[in-house]
């Protein structure tokens, strides 16, 4: 089917041959899908393979260190002390014997043996990570706010640590936000998101399903408290609109585009505002992201 050529085809139905051809073209896709999954699965079985043989060399180096013996002096060590030995008779036995010990004592020290470099295993999760890298999109796209309770004021790291310790891949949790007193604001990937709420459900972390950032209860700051509530919706909008640029800043270009698409569509900010390449780097050449924030501190608080 898949070598079927349109000239065999004259004589037939119409409807017969456009559904033959779209039949023809779907099978050469399902071919060239095919063959890009056996490439991608012997390229995983090199990299197991690699594994394998770098932790095998692993052990086989600590092992070798396990039952290396102490190391000989070094033929300095040896012509110092052969040094300190040989001494003139003439010299006053006393002064000879001093003078030899403490030539001795110095000859003596050895130098701290040098271990031999170990290579680095590289983990199982950067192992994921660079898989993910040379696999075919699949399965559902785009992103999604998890919210769930703080009991106090806390740290962007000491919110990853904390999850970290519950076994959230913390590389996966996107922006870290403080929306509303009480309140903390994951974003992650939404084919990473069911599982980051079942870890959650295990360790008995409310999920705050109904948590809206554009609610105006949001907004706690006193110097708002004479505002109206509509006033308050627009103020709580604003605030939520500049938490989206700077999760923006925080994020790697190539994730830091698609969320801000995410952020376009769900009416958080503008589409003037999603980066573009040109963006996200400076006038000289380097890019905007930041590694790190360490502030506790939200607007609408």
Same mark, same amino acid.
């Given at each position: 089917?898949?070598?079927?050529?349109?000239?065999?085809?004259?004589?037939? $139905?119409?409807?017969?041959?456009?559904?033959?051809?779209?039949?023809?073209?779907?099978?050469?896709?399902?071919?060239?899908?095919? !063959?890009?999954? @056996?490439?991608?699965?012997?390229?995983?079985? =090199? &990299?197991?393979?690699?594994?394998?043989?770098?932790?095998?060399?692993?052990?086989?180096?600590?092992?070798?260190?396990?039952?290396?013996?102490?190391?000989?002096?070094?033929?300095?060590?040896? %012509?110092?002390?052969?040094?300190? #030995?040989?001494?003139? $008779?003439?010299?006053?036995?006393?002064?000879?014997?001093?003078?030899?010990?403490?030539?001795?004592?110095?000859?003596?020290?050895?130098?701290?043996?040098?271990?031999?470099?170990?290579?680095?295993?590289?983990?199982?999760?950067?192992?994921?990570?660079?898989?993910?890298?040379?696999?075919?999109?699949?399965? $559902?796209?785009?992103?999604?706010?998890?919210?769930?309770?703080?009991? =106090?004021?806390?740290?962007?790291?000491?919110?990853? /640590?904390?999850?970290?310790?519950?076994?959230? !891949?913390? /590389?996966?949790?996107? !922006?870290?936000?403080?929306?509303? =007193?009480?309140?903390?604001?994951?974003?992650?990937?939404?084919?990473?998101?069911?599982?980051?709420?079942?870890?959650?459900?295990?360790? %008995?972390?409310?999920?705050?399903?109904?948590?809206?950032? &554009?609610?105006?209860?949001?907004?706690?700051?006193?110097?708002?408290?004479?505002?109206?509530?509509?006033?308050?919706?627009?103020?709580?909008?604003?605030?939520?609109? !500049?938490?989206?640029?700077?999760?923006?800043?925080?994020?790697?270009?190539?994730?830091?585009?698609?969320?801000?698409?995410?952020?376009?569509? @769900?009416?958080?900010?503008? @589409?003037?505002?999603?980066?573009?390449?040109?963006?996200?780097?400076?006038?000289?050449? #380097?890019?905007?992201?930041?590694?790190?924030?360490?502030? %506790?501190?939200?607007? %609408?608080?």
């Amino acid at each position: 089917m898949a070598n079927l050529q349109i000239g065999n085809m004259q004589g037939l $139905p119409t409807e017969l041959t456009s559904f033959l051809t779209t039949l023809q073209a779907q099978i050469m896709n399902v071919q060239n899908r095919t !063959d890009q999954l @056996e490439q991608l699965a012997a390229e995983n079985a =090199r &990299l197991t393979t690699e594994l394998d043989h770098a932790r095998t060399t692993i052990a086989n180096l600590q092992k070798q260190l396990g039952s290396q013996s102490t190391p000989e002096k070094n033929f300095s060590e040896i %012509s110092l002390s052969n040094s300190a #030995g040989a001494v003139d $008779p003439h010299i006053n036995n006393k002064e000879s014997g001093l003078e030899a010990s403490t030539w001795a004592s110095k000859a003596s020290v050895s130098l701290p043996a040098i271990a031999p470099k170990v290579p680095t295993v590289p983990s199982a999760r950067r192992i994921a990570a660079s898989v993910r890298m040379f696999a075919l999109p699949s399965g $559902p796209s785009g992103y999604e706010y998890v919210y769930i309770p703080r009991s =106090r004021r806390l740290k962007h790291k000491e919110v990853r /640590s904390s999850l970290r310790t519950l076994g959230v !891949d913390s /590389s996966r949790l996107l !922006d870290i936000n403080f929306p509303a =007193r009480g309140v903390i604001g994951i974003l992650v990937h939404v084919q990473y998101a069911d599982t980051f709420k079942a870890k959650l459900t295990t360790a %008995s972390v409310e999920i705050l399903d109904a948590f809206d950032p &554009l609610d105006p209860d949001n907004v706690a700051d006193p110097k708002y408290a004479s505002l109206s509530t509509h006033e308050l919706a627009n103020t709580a909008a604003m605030l939520h609109h !500049d938490r989206c640029l700077q999760a923006l800043q925080f994020l790697r270009p190539h994730v830091a585009i698609p969320v801000g698409h995410f952020f376009c569509e @769900e009416g958080w900010i503008s @589409e003037d505002k999603i980066p573009t390449r040109t963006t996200l780097t400076n006038a000289t050449g #380097g890019s905007l992201f930041k590694r790190q924030r360490s502030s %506790s501190v939200t607007m %609408s608080e």
